[in-house]
Protein backbone atom coordinates (compact mmCIF):
# COMPACT_ATOMS: atom_id res chain seq x y z
CA UNK A 1 0.00 0.00 0.00
CA UNK A 2 2.80 2.56 0.68
CA UNK A 3 4.10 1.71 -2.64
CA UNK A 4 1.00 3.04 -4.05
CA UNK A 5 0.57 6.04 -1.64
CA UNK A 6 4.01 7.43 -1.98
CA UNK A 7 4.02 8.50 -5.57
CA UNK A 8 0.51 9.73 -4.89
CA UNK A 9 2.04 12.35 -2.25
CA UNK A 10 4.48 13.32 -4.85
CA UNK A 11 2.06 14.52 -7.16
CA UNK A 12 0.20 15.58 -4.54
CA UNK A 13 2.66 18.00 -2.84
CA UNK A 14 2.85 20.16 -5.39
CA UNK A 15 -0.91 20.85 -6.34
CA UNK A 16 -0.99 21.34 -2.58
CA UNK A 17 1.79 24.07 -2.69
CA UNK A 18 0.29 26.25 -5.49
CA UNK A 19 -3.25 25.85 -3.72
CA UNK A 20 -1.76 27.62 -0.59
CA UNK A 21 -0.20 29.80 -2.25
CA UNK A 22 -3.20 31.06 -4.83
CA UNK A 23 -5.09 31.29 -1.26
CA UNK A 24 -2.27 33.27 0.62
CA UNK A 25 -2.28 35.60 -2.71
CA UNK A 26 -6.06 35.90 -2.76
CA UNK A 27 -6.01 36.68 0.91
CA UNK A 28 -3.04 39.27 1.14
CA UNK A 29 -4.39 40.95 -1.78
CA UNK A 30 -7.63 40.27 -2.84
CA UNK A 31 -9.21 43.04 -1.17
CA UNK A 32 -7.23 45.68 -2.48
CA UNK A 33 -8.51 47.34 -5.49
CA UNK A 34 -5.17 47.80 -7.44
CA UNK A 35 -4.82 45.54 -10.01
CA UNK A 36 -1.35 45.37 -10.71
CA UNK A 37 -0.23 45.25 -7.10
CA UNK A 38 -2.60 41.93 -7.22
CA UNK A 39 -0.99 40.35 -10.20
CA UNK A 40 2.67 41.36 -9.48
CA UNK A 41 2.04 39.26 -6.45
CA UNK A 42 -0.09 36.46 -8.07
CA UNK A 43 3.45 35.90 -10.58
CA UNK A 44 5.45 36.35 -7.71
CA UNK A 45 3.04 33.36 -5.82
CA UNK A 46 3.24 31.62 -9.64
CA UNK A 47 7.02 31.58 -9.18
CA UNK A 48 7.21 30.52 -6.01
CA UNK A 49 5.01 27.42 -6.74
CA UNK A 50 6.55 26.30 -9.82
CA UNK A 51 9.65 26.40 -7.94
CA UNK A 52 8.37 24.58 -5.09
CA UNK A 53 6.69 22.05 -7.36
CA UNK A 54 10.26 21.89 -9.16
CA UNK A 55 11.92 20.84 -5.77
CA UNK A 56 9.15 18.50 -5.06
CA UNK A 57 9.57 16.48 -7.98
CA UNK A 58 13.39 16.57 -7.42
CA UNK A 59 13.01 15.66 -3.86
CA UNK A 60 10.38 12.82 -5.02
CA UNK A 61 12.55 11.37 -7.76
CA UNK A 62 15.79 11.35 -5.84
CA UNK A 63 14.56 9.06 -3.08
Request: charged content about 10%.
Amino acid sequence: MSGFLEPLIVLLSPLLCLVIFGVVAYFLCGRRSEDENFMGFVLIALVAGIILVWICLWLGGAR
